[in-house]
T-cell receptor, first 114, second 111 residues
Framework: NAGVTQTPKFQVLKTGQSMTLQCAQD?????MYWYRQDPGMGLRLIYY???????DKGEVPNGYNVSRLNKREFSLRLESAAPSQTSVYFC?????????????FGDGTRLSIL | RKEVEQDPGPFNVPEGATVAFNCTYS??????FFWYRQDCRKEPKLLMS???SGNEDGRFTAQLNRASQYISLLIRDSKLSDSATYLC????????????FGQGTELSVKP
């Protein structure tokens, strides 16, 4: 009964390094999302995938890329990490049409960029 | 104007108190509404969906007022374990139906 699983849970990077955040869901959901959460800013949508094979930009996509590898997996890549990308990253998934069903979240990746 | 606005609080209440949160949304075409809770930077968790007729789940009651475009959450008989940030969530038709999260209202329940 895992739900949404994110790896890693914590990561420290140096400026300019790259890394990929992994997300997998076992609920057979069509839609998947990546958010970042910063103090005082609330959740901001980075990218989303309404269905397997499609991805779209959210509110704050600059500096990130995504891959919807299959229906279960949606990864987020930082090509050249910057201190401004220090944040908590949450992956989420939802069933049915976008916006009609609630989203279910993973427990987050805490990322620090030095 | 933000699409979803909440009073950030904090609301400090004693155990057993009744507390109410309001949330306003700007898009009159919004169709889906939810309340989430988030504990201390952990993941948001769905508390309840909000239906047009209003709905109740134990000590929690959610109401929707479409005419005034606001949603409310009432918590009765507050417990220490209710201390968290409560997020109001609305779908946005002019952004492909994506969910828009409010910044949250912080609740602290004291003994």
């Amino acid at each position: 009964n895992a739900g949404v699983t994110q790896t890693p849970k914590f990561q420290v990077l140096k400026t300019g390094q790259s890394m990929t955040l992994q997300c997998a869901q076992d609920m057979n959901h069509n839609s998947m999302y990546w958010y970042r959460q910063d103090p005082g800013m609330g959740l901001r949508l980075i990218y989303y995938s309404a269905s397997e094979g499609t991805t779209d930009k959210g509110e704050v996509p600059n500096g990130y890329n995504v891959s919807r590898l299959n229906k279960r997996e949606f990864s987020l890549r930082l090509e050249s990490a910057a201190p401004s990308q220090t944040s908590v990253y949450f992956c989420a998934s939802s069933d049915g049409g976008m916006g009609y069903q609630p989203q279910h979240f993973g427990d987050g990746t805490r990322l620090s960029i030095l | 104007r933000k699409e979803v606005e909440q009073d950030p609080g904090p609301f400090n209440v004693p155990e057993g108190a009744t507390v109410a949160f309001n949330c306003t949304y700007s898009n009159s075409a919004s169709q889906s509404f939810f309340w989430y809770r988030q504990d201390c930077r952990k993941e948001p968790k769905l508390l309840m969906s909000v239906y047009s007729s209003g709905n109740e789940d134990g000590r929690f009651t959610a109401q929707l007022n479409r005419a005034s475009q606001y949603i409310s959450l009432l918590i009765r008989d507050s417990k220490l374990s209710d201390s968290a940030t409560y997020l109001c969530v609305v779908n946005s038709y002019n952004q492909g139906g994506k969910l828009i999260f409010g910044q949250g209202t912080e609740l602290s329940v004291k003994p």
